[in-house]
């Protein structure tokens, strides 16, 4: 039996890999899917958790978590096509002003 | 035994999967090696005896969220980073500010760590409480889906439609009113 701790430090290296993925990373489609890879790592402790606790809410919630990144990743993307139609970039940096 | 080890391998491709993704510079592989990652991940949540949650994960992230990615990608075929003259000469790029930057990512996980290992239990094996059949089933988790959570659920439901809305009107071209 694996203790719960194993979950919870893969999950904890992963939200750190995601974290900086988004801070390291300068191309706005590699930083949404850093944003995926936080979302997995916490949805990875709350299933961890409803087990340890024989608790079914854990994955209630993982199955709202993935319904609110399946929106965020469509409105993301649609943002996304949106910018690169204006600057032809998809460097972050490029968008620097609030209006053009 | 096998169940440590089975463990060990998943935990392992998901985390050298995901480091993968923000490792490398082509946007095509990164969501590659996402679904690896997520695959991977099934795998634990299979492990946890939630087979809902690990069929969802496949099917929702890896098939539709990381198809749509997949789509956007090839859709807008853009140029990789680091080509260009602004990636390296970027300030984020200097030796010292990587080095600060790599102490904070150590420093993170180790605060979540132990963060996380505070919890109540957590050196117990999981899996020592509960009824695996119980938790597993999908009868269980639907009723309680539609009972305790109705609320949430009807609620998700406009936010997908609203996302749905967003993503056409954002999408749109300028000329086509």
Redesign the interface.
Known sequence: ?????????????????????V?????L??I???I??ML?AV???F???????????G??I???V??????????G??????L??HRES??P?AFASLKW | MP??LV?WAL?GM??LA??L??GQ?N?MY??LM?IA??GA?AG??I????P??AV??II??AG??MV??LF??M??N?PQ?DA?E??RS?PLRQRGVMRF?ALL?LL??IQ??WA??Q?N???????????PEA?GSVR??GR??FTE?VF?FEA?SI??L???L???V??R?EGDR
Not at chain 1, 47 to 57: E, M, S
Not at chain 2, 121 to 131: E, F, I, K, S, Y
């Open positions: 039996m694996i203790p719960l701790s194993h979950y919870l430090v893969v999950s904890a290296v992963l939200f750190a890999i995601g974290t900086a993925g801070f390291l990373r300068r191309n489609i590699t949404l899917l850093s995926e890879i997995n949805n990875l402790s299933v961890a958790f409803g087990r340890q606790f024989g608790n079914l809410d994955q209630i993982v199955f709202f993935m319904t609110v990144a399946a929106a965020e990743a469509a409105v993307l649609a943002i996304v096509i949106g690169y139609r998809l460097n940096d | 169940e440590t463990f935990s998901a985390i995901s480091a993704v923000i510079r946007p990164s969501v996402l990652s997520f991940l634990l949540y492990q946890l005896d939630a809902f949650v969802a994960q929702i992230y539709a969220i749509l990615f956007v990608v859709l807008l853009a980073e260009a602004w990636d970027h930057g990512a993170l996980v979540l760590t996380l290992l919890a239990g957590a050196d117990l094996p999981v899996g020592a409480r509960g009824n938790l269980t988790l309680i889906l959570y949430a998700t936010l997908i609203v996302a749905m967003g993503a056409v954002l999408a071209r």
